[in-house]
């Protein structure tokens, strides 16, 4: 990112050119500094030479509003019509910053050349800001995003070694099987899975091997990892249930996302494993907002966390994947799962696209009042995946057996 100033009366203009993401993080708050040396009343930001905003700047546009506040400097933005527009409008951030629209001439077009996405196949995105508490919360954790500094907790022993399997083009069954029957529970969950009528078995599966044969290597090394996770890696005091609705829809989209692939010719689970692990970012933000002592008596409200992750899973997953040697593929997934970003995707395994779609279609299995047949057939991932419509029929009709294979692995 790139800025310009105009300082005329009182007022600083900041001209803003490039991507609103993390990474302009440290150019946005030199901007903001040196804005402020003027003692201006008002900060005027323009946006129209700016074609991508995402949750992280978000984030850095609420903390802006939040220290010129206190200092008594308004700040205010405009925009062109556009993708950026949109966004703006989606997350209800003008109800903070006040947000003019000026002549849309000069606005880029949304990522990749798209024209904006329609907002009636977008669900909104969590509001803003819903608290105090949460803005004080959001700064530590960008900090330690720019610091990399996490102190991630360590891997339990069988979650590291499948991943590192996982990353290895000399791994086979032989392998997975020696490393898995050294953990009964996963051993017995693994066979639970791959009898369950979901898997579409049609005799009764006897050995550990005839199970990794079944399912694949990747899937038995993301049950695996799933499983570890769940079981204690993170500290998800005081927000168990919410963190366990996180990985029923983490482990919905895996499977959804593997059986997409399955149907359009990608390989199911490089798909399985990109969908689970998409949104590993989630529960450890949780983790990390449980490190710091509460300002108030009580915890966040969940609905405050769920906004303060979507300013910050994508970065936090980003940097987890980097530190656990994730497979290319699948960091590609973390990082590029959202609508306005699985176009930018190269991997040839599609993995962000279908992740994209396959959180959709989890997001419908989970509650059809939230996002119906419709749209989903609607949403254009659809079309950029090429998802013929006896296709989609058949995936919407798996509901009962997708079902039945979230309860396998949900602890």
Known sequence: MQYSEIVNAGKVVLTLTGKMDFNARNTFQTAIENAKRSNPYQIILDFSHVPFINSAGLGLLMLAHKSLEEAKIRLSLEVSGGYVNDVFRLSNIGSTIPISVIEPQSAPPGPGGRAPFPPQVVKNPSRAFESIEMEELLL?????????????????????????????????????????????????????????????????????????????????????????????????????????????????????????????????????????????????????????????????????????????????????????????????????????????????????????????????????????EETIRALPVAARLQIPHDVMDGILEIKGLIQKQIDSLLI
């Open 140 to 372: 530590p954790i960008l900090e330690r995003l720019e610091d990399k500094d996490f102190n991630l907790p360590a891997l339990p022993q069988i979650a590291n070694q499948v991943l590192m399997l996982t990353n290895d083009p000399d791994t086979h069954a032989g392998k997975l099987t020696a490393l898995v029957q050294q953990d009964p529970v996963l051993t017995a969950k693994i066979f639970k899975t791959a009898n369950s009528a979901a898997c579409g078995t049609s005799r009764e599966i006897e050995s550990l091997s005839q199970a990794i044969a079944w399912l694949g290597l990747n899937p038995v090394a993301g049950l695996a990892f799933a499983l570890s996770m769940q079981s204690g890696v993170f500290n998800n005091r005081g927000y168990e249930r919410e963190v366990r609705a996180l990985w029923a829809q983490a482990i919905a989209t895996a499977f959804y996302a593997k059986a997409l692939a399955g149907m359009i010719g990608k390989d199911q689970g490089t798909a399985f494993l990109c969908g689970l692990l998409h949104s590993i970012g989630k529960p450890f933000v949780v983790h990390t907002v449980n490190q710091y002592p509460s300002p108030s008596a009580s915890p966040l409200p969940w609905s405050a966390m769920l906004a303060l992750m979507e300013q910050s899973y994508v970065e936090v997953g980003r940097q987890m994947a980097d530190e656990w040697n994730f497979p290319p593929a699948v960091k590609e997934a973390i990082n590029l799962h959202q609508h306005h970003s699985y176009h930018l995707a190269t991997d040839p395994s599609k993995g962000a696209a279908l992740t994209c779609l396959a959180r959709h279609l989890a997001s419908h299995h989970l509650d059809s009042v939230s996002i119906s």
